[in-house]
């Protein structure tokens, strides 16, 4: 098992995907949690890399959301894709970010993740409502960078 696996109990990542599958209920977007162990000097291009990496930027509507966390480092990035980042308040990803950090900074991690997962599935329902047809364009999962990093 992979030393970033343990981070979460499997009641976490249980806890995790559920809020992820509910989000994902109400809307077309996509929503993926990434765990690396450091984001280097710049966390905003590690998780912009693991955007690209997990496929993100190629769903059809570009209405994917990315968290991401550096375990070592301590730092966590929210990243939305162009048309979710048209849609939402200007302030939406900050807020969002602060529900998950006051969470993190209790060492609820798992609690952080879900709780921001479903303030960004609200704003991805609201302006990408899931309709008849909508398929999961990417995966389900909790990706962890020393598991090969890709899907």
Avoid at 39 to 62: Q, S, V
Avoid at 95 to 102: H, S
Avoid at 115 to 129: C, D, S, T
Wanted: charged fraction near 30%; include cysteine.
């Amino acid at each position: 098992m992979s030393a970033l696996r343990e981070f979460f109990t499997e009641e976490d990542k249980t806890g995790i995907l559920a809020a992820i599958r509910e989000a994902e209920s109400r809307t077309s977007g996509e929503i993926r949690v990434r765990i690396e162990k450091s984001a280097g000097e710049n966390p905003m291009a590690a998780a912009c890399a693991a955007f690209e990496k997990l496929g993100m930027g190629n769903t059809e509507i570009h209405n994917g959301v990315l968290f991401f966390l550096a375990i070592d480092d301590r730092q966590f990035v929210i990243l939305g894709d162009d048309a979710i980042n048209e849609k939402v308040p200007k302030d939406f990803w900050e807020e969002v970010r602060d529900v998950v950090i006051d969470n993190f900074r209790k060492g609820l991690f798992a609690k952080g993740l879900a709780e921001g997962i479903k303030l960004a599935g609200e704003q991805l329902a609201m302006y990408f409502p899931h309709e008849r047809g909508d398929i999961n364009e990417l995966p389900d999962a909790i990706s962890f960078a020393d598991e090969g990093g890709g899907q």
